[in-house]
Structure formats: structure tokens, C-alpha cells
């Protein structure tokens, strides 16, 4: 299983960037999907996650201004990041949450990162 993700970039703030994430290889099945940062010298954060089932959460930083969407069919993730801010700049890691078959455990995947820049 390999997560892929691409978009992020360099913006002034205000302005926008958006990313997207795909899970390709074997899977039967994923419970959710979302994505993560890092900035330098913090901590992973919550972004958004947003569940096959149940309701989408947003970290507090960035609720009212990210949208986080998903394409089931195409097992993809999408962040539409607005109103950026410089203490939005970090990696952007995506993040899936799925099992390969039936007898397997649900179990975490990271993609490669992206970098999403804002400056002011």
C-alpha cells in the first residue's frame, strides 16, 4: 500500500494552496482518511480526518478555513487550505487508516509528505 500525495507549495498569506493524497495497492477496505503537520521543531498535528463513517474533525487551528474532502471510488483525499497563515507552513502528511483483507487489522499508512509554505 502507498500513499501519494501532491499540491501544497509556497503562498503569501491569504491566499490558498490545495492537496491531494491517493492510496493505490492492495486494500479491502478504508476506515478513514486525513492528513497531519509538521512544523519545524513541533509537533505532528491533527489537520482533519474526515471517517468512512461518522463525522469529519478539524484541528482548531485551522477550522472555518480548510476543507477536507474525500472520493471513496478513487480512494482519495483532498485539502483545500484558505486564508493561509505563516503558522500554517509545516509538511503535510497524509494519513490513512485501512486493512489489506479480511484477516488483517486495521493499520495505519503515511504518505511521503508535502510541504505547504506561507508567507507574510
Known amino acids: 500500500v502507498q500513499l501519494q500525495a501532491s499540491g501544497g507549495g509556497l503562498v503569501q498569506a491569504g491566499g490558498s494552496l490545495s492537496a491531494s493524497c491517493v492510496a493505490s495497492?492492495?486494500?479491502?477496505?478504508?476506515?478513514?482518511m486525513g492528513w497531519y503537520r509538521e512544523a519545524p521543531g513541533k509537533q505532528r498535528e491533527l489537520v482533519a480526518i474526515?471517517?468512512?463513517?461518522?463525522?469529519?474533525t478539524y484541528g482548531h487551528s485551522v477550522k472555518g478555513r480548510f476543507t477536507i474532502s474525500r472520493d471513496t471510488a478513487q480512494n482519495t483525499v483532498y485539502l483545500q487550505m484558505n486564508s493561509l497563515k505563516p503558522e500554517d507552513t509545516a509538511v503535510y502528511y497524509c494519513?490513512?487508516?485501512?486493512?489489506?483483507?479480511?484477516?488483517?487489522?486495521?493499520?495505519?499508512?503515511w504518505g511521503q509528505g508535502t510541504q505547504v509554505t506561507v508567507s507574510s
Open positions: 494519513n490513512a487508516v485501512l486493512r489489506v483483507d479480511t484477516s488483517s487489522r486495521w493499520s495505519e499508512y
Open positions: 474526515i471517517p468512512s463513517a461518522g463525522m469529519t
Open positions: 495497492g492492495g486494500m479491502f477496505g478504508i476506515r478513514g
